[in-house]
């Protein structure tokens, strides 16, 4: 069975810094692009970040503060948040892409507030 499996998402205060990761079990790892999204109430799903063979990339938005990466050993990929703002609060959902196949995560909560 495939499983993405996220964890650390959490309370956070605007500036502050989060570390969200993904374990990923079920598929041959280094064959899938691995992405962050997001959704905010009432709003559409956005990508975030993606990371593939060519490298990173991020949405306008974040770019400059969050960090995509992807530990091939242990089949699990990161997304590092900092300056964290009260716009980025929403679910963060891990996605896993092979050409036409789709896995998603389960979502992770992250809300800024003070």
């Known amino acids: 069975q495939v499983q993405l499996v996220e964890s650390g998402g959490g309370l956070v205060q605007p500036g502050g810094s989060l570390r969200l990761s993904c374990a990923a079990s079920?598929?041959?790892?280094?064959?899938?692009?691995m992405s962050w999204y997001r959704q905010a109430p009432g709003k559409q799903r956005e990508l975030v970040a993606v990371?593939?063979?060519?490298?990173?990339a991020y949405a306008d938005s974040v770019r400059g503060r969050f960090t995509i990466s992807r530990d091939s050993a242990k089949n699990t990929v990161h997304l590092q948040l900092n300056s964290l703002q009260p716009d980025d609060t929403a679910v963060y959902y891990c996605?896993?892409?092979?050409?036409?196949?789709?896995?998603w995560g389960q979502g992770t909560q992250v809300t800024v507030s003070s």
């Open positions: 996605n896993a892409r092979h050409i036409l196949i789709h896995y």
């Open positions: 079920g598929i041959t790892f280094s064959e899938y692009t």
């Open positions: 990371i593939g063979d060519t490298g990173a």
